[in-house]
């Protein structure tokens, strides 16, 4: 569970651990992510754990640190929507590994990611007052 207060008139986002982070309403702030920076980073994380999980079920040693994953996302032109239409997904891979290994880590971690299914799909999101 993810829970946000408001502390101090700053969007403060924990999770079981503790204050995680804080949120801010402008892109490119210090000190915070915006909504839509919180969702590219949500895809970004997702689809890095699938490839690392992949890799170490499929034994492959690699430099992790040679792992980069960027997510740009646009909003869908008609504005009545105001919703996310395009998520493009940049991925450099180890380079040790070979072209048809790619390939297929691609095809696979885009089928493991639950944040890019969720994406993909038709979620229900339901707001409730707490009493």
Known sequence: M????????????YNGAG???VGTHSPDLDGGLNPRELLEASLALCISISLQKMMAFDGVKYDKDSIHIEV???KDEDRRKNRFAHFHVTVALPPTLEPDY????KTVVERACTISNTLKGEAVVELVERG
């Open 19 to 21: 204050m995680q982070l």
């Open 2 to 13: 993810t829970t946000l207060k408001i502390v101090n008139g700053q969007d403060h986002i």
């Open 102 to 105: 790619k390939e297929k880590l």
């Open 72 to 74: 740009t996302s646009t």
